[in-house]
C-alpha cells in the first residue's frame, strides 16, 4: 500500500494536535514505531516531548509506541543494556466480540464489538482497578486503543517497582483463573456453604451475581440453570426467601445444587476481564502513545476522562471531511451513526474518517490509483 498519502494526512494531524501528544518523563521512555507495521523499528529515545511531536510530524509514523519501563539509557540495546529504574502499571483489554453477535458484525469495523469492549472496560475499570486492587480514581489514566479496547495506564509510585509475576497475577485475578465454582460453594456437614455478604473478592462478586439472579429469576430462568419444573417453580415463588439465604452463605436449597453450581460458573464467566496479559507483565513490551494515530484505524488512541458513553466512531474520530473510495468488496459499514452500502467497484463519497478506515484495512481504493 502507497503509505505516503495516509503519513501526509498524520504529519498534518501531528501538526494541528501537537500539545495532545504528552508523555510523562518523555525522556526516560524506550519508543517505537512504524510505517508497514506496528513497529519497525525501536530502542530510540528522545530528550523531550517536543522531540517527540518533531518526530511524529516529521517522519509521521502510522503507528507510535512507548515503553511503560523507565531506563537510564533508553536507547541501549540489548535491553539489559538500558538499566531498568521503573515501571508503570498498563493493562490492555483486546478481545473480540465477534461471536456474540454474528448477524451484525461488521467485518471491517464494528461499533457492536466497540461497545461490548467499552463496557468490559467500565467493568474492570469499577469492579477490579478501583474496588479489588485499591486505586483511586485520579491514579488510572484511560486511552481507546484506537483499534478494537482500551488501554488502562497506572503511575503511581507504589506499582513502580512490581515484578512481572506481581503484574501477572494483577491479570490472572481479573481473568478468573483460579476460580473455580467447586472451590466456591463446598459441602460442610452435609449443608451447602458459598459466597455470601460477608465474602470479598470473587466470593463477593460471585454472590452479587447469585443474589442478583435469585431475586428476580423466573421458572424458566431456573430451569435454564438446569433446575426441574417444580423446583425452578418452588426457586422463583419463594425468591425472596432463597435471596436471604444466600446473603448468609446458605446456598442449601432443595434439588438446586446443580443449578447452583451452573449460576456460580454463569457469574464466574460473566464477571471476568480477559485481558492482554503480556502486555501487563512483559515489561520490555511497547504500547501506543496515548493520543497518537492507529495505523489501522486512522482513529486516535484518544485519553478519556471517562468510558460513559465513549463511541470511538464519533469520539475518537481525527479527521474531518470526504473522501471518495472505490470499494473492493461488496459490504455495509456502519460507522458514526449511520450504515453505509458499499458495492464492489462503485466509487462512492464518504466521510473522511470512514474512507481512510476502509482503505487502511483494504477494503477499498482511492479514487485515481
Ligand atoms: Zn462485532
Avoid at 517536543?50 to 523507565?70: C, E, K
Avoid at 465477534?98 to 467493568?123: I, N
Avoid at 423446583?231 to 425468591?239: D, E, I, P, V
Wanted: some cysteine.
Amino acid at each position: 500500500m502507497n503509505t505516503s498519502f495516509f503519513q501526509q494526512k498524520f504529519s498534518e494531524y501531528y501538526a494541528k494536535h501537537r500539545d495532545s501528544i504528552n508523555v510523562p518523563e518523555a525522556r526516560s521512555r524506550e519508543y517505537g514505531a512504524g510505517v508497514n507495521g506496528k513497529i519497525d523499528f525501536r530502542h530510540v529515545s528522545f530528550p523531550s516531548n517536543d522531540a517527540l511531536r518533531d518526530f511524529l510530524i516529521q517522519d509521521a509514523p502510522l503507528y507510535a509506541s512507548y515503553s511503560a519501563a523507565r531506563y537510564e539509557r533508553p536507547a541501549a540495546k540489548p535491553m539489559p543494556n538500558k538499566g531498568f529504574v521503573s515501571a508503570d502499571l498498563v493493562f490492555d483489554l483486546d478481545k473480540t466480540y465477534a461471536e456474540e453477535h454474528p448477524e451484525k458484525h461488521g467485518a471491517a469495523f464494528c461499533p457492536h464489538c466497540l461497545e461490548r469492549a467499552r463496557q468490559d472496560a467500565a467493568r474492570f475499570y469499577d469492579e477490579f482497578l478501583l474496588k479489588d486492587y485499591g486505586f483511586g480514581k485520579s491514579d488510572v489514566a484511560i486511552n481507546f486503543s484506537g483499534s478494537k479496547g482500551y488501554h488502562f495506564h497506572i503511575r503511581t509510585p507504589a506499582v513502580q517497582q512490581l515484578s512481572s509475576a506481581a503484574r501477572k497475577e494483577l491479570c490472572d485475578y481479573a481473568g478468573a483463573l483460579e476460580v473455580s465454582p467447586e472451590k466456591l460453594v463446598t459441602k460442610q456437614a452435609g449443608a451447602l456453604v458459598g459466597p455470601s455478604a460477608a465474602s470479598s473478592g470473587w466470593s463477593k462478586k460471585v454472590f452479587n451475581y447469585a443474589q442478583q439472579f435469585a431475586l428476580t429469576a423466573d421458572t424458566q430462568a431456573w430451569r435454564a440453570m438446569g433446575a426441574g419444573s417444580r423446583t425452578a417453580k418452588h426457586a422463583a415463588q419463594n425468591n425472596a426467601e432463597l435471596a436471604s439465604r444466600l446473603e448468609r452463605g446458605d446456598w442449601s436449597w432443595k434439588n438446586l445444587e446443580k443449578s447452583f453450581t451452573a449460576l456460580a460458573t454463569e457469574a464466574i464467566r460473566k464477571t471476568r476481564v480477559e485481558l492482554d496479559a503480556p502486555v501487563t507483565f512483559d515489561l520490555s513490551r511497547l504500547i501506543r502513545i496515548p493520543n497518537t494515530l492507529h495505523g489501522d484505524s486512522c482513529l486516535t488512541a484518544k485519553v478519556l476522562q471517562s468510558l460513559d458513553a465513549f463511541a470511538p466512531d464519533k469520539d475518537a474520530v481525527a479527521f474531518r471531511g470526504a473522501i471518495e473510495v472505490t470499494p473492493n468488496k461488496t459490504l455495509a459499514l456502519e460507522f458514526g451513526g449511520t450504515t453505509f452500502e458499499l458495492e464492489d467497484g462503485k466509487t462512492k463519497e464518504l466521510p473522511l474518517a470512514a474512507g481512510l478506515l476502509l482503505l487502511r484495512k483494504g477494503y477499498a481504493v482511492l479514487v485515481g490509483l
